[in-house]
């Protein structure tokens, strides 16, 4: 069974400040990985995915995410966050024959201005 | 293109009532999901449909819940009788065929348990 942790639940940054969200995974076979955002109010939208090739995977609105095979691991970054990026942050997994997908628990941003 | 179509929004039921929510996936999307987002949690996966047929249903309690999609196009998600743990967000994405397509998620329809 494939799961997702996601080790911090709340954070709060000042404006400009740098922004690293953590993200493990469990799955046995090949994944695909994904960060989501949620804005107050609206749906689940996708930041960025990673599927295959370079581990370094850029997203929409200056989001990043690296893929550390070998941690099982696929942190968010941010160099320089906006008060417009508090939001509640998703890590998923999806993986095999269907690509069931399992979300983390969440991160809620808040930036400060 | 458009993008997923749910209603309603809102439910606000007594609990033992019964309750149902309706999903238009985007168009040409074979695989469409439903999902139960508590508040403060994650999106939990309650079914998996490609085209018709249920491919994980795992997660679903069915001793109440139902769900079905019999045309292959747009499904609908059925609750009898809710209980006050069933208070939550009710999400339905789609996503086309292939192994590089994300999913795509519609507004919800946010459900309170009286």
């Known amino acids: 069974a494939q799961s997702v942790s996601q080790h911090n639940h709340h954070v709060i940054l000042s404006e400009a400040a740098s922004l690293e969200l953590g993200c493990n995974y469990s799955?046995?076979?090949?994944?695909?990985l994904f960060w989501y955002v949620q804005y107050p109010g609206q749906h689940l939208q996708l930041l960025l995915k990673?599927?295959?090739?370079?581990?370094l995977v850029k997203g929409i609105k200056g989001f990043e995410a690296e893929f550390i095979k070998s941690k099982f691991s696929f942190n968010l970054r941010k160099p320089s966050v906006q008060w417009s990026d508090t939001a509640e942050y998703f890590c998923?997994?999806?993986?095999?024959?269907?690509?069931?997908?399992?979300f983390g628990t969440g991160t809620k941003l808040q930036v400060i201005p | 293109e458009a993008g997923v179509a749910q209603s309603p929004r809102y439910k606000i039921i007594e609990k033992r009532q019964s309750v149902a929510f309706w999903c238009n996936p985007i168009?040409?999307?074979?695989?469409l999901y439903w999902y139960q987002q508590i508040l403060g949690q994650g999106p939990k996966l309650l079914i998996q449909?490609?085209?018709?047929?249920?491919?994980?249903d795992s997660q679903l309690p069915k001793d109440r819940f139902s769900a079905e999609r019999l045309k292959g196009v747009d499904s609908t998600l059925k609750i009898q009788p809710a209980k006050l743990e069933d208070s939550a967000v009710y999400l339905c994405?789609?996503?086309?065929?292939?192994?590089?397509?994300?999913?795509?998620f519609g507004d919800g329809t946010r459900l309170s348990i009286l």
């Open positions: 994405a789609s996503r086309r065929t292939g192994d590089n397509q994300p999913q795509h």
């Open positions: 799955y046995g076979g090949t994944v695909n």
């Open positions: 990673y599927f295959s090739g370079d581990p």
């Open positions: 998923a997994v999806s993986g095999g024959g269907y690509q069931k997908v399992t």
């Open positions: 168009s040409g999307h074979a695989t």
């Open positions: 449909f490609q085209n018709n047929g249920v491919v994980d």
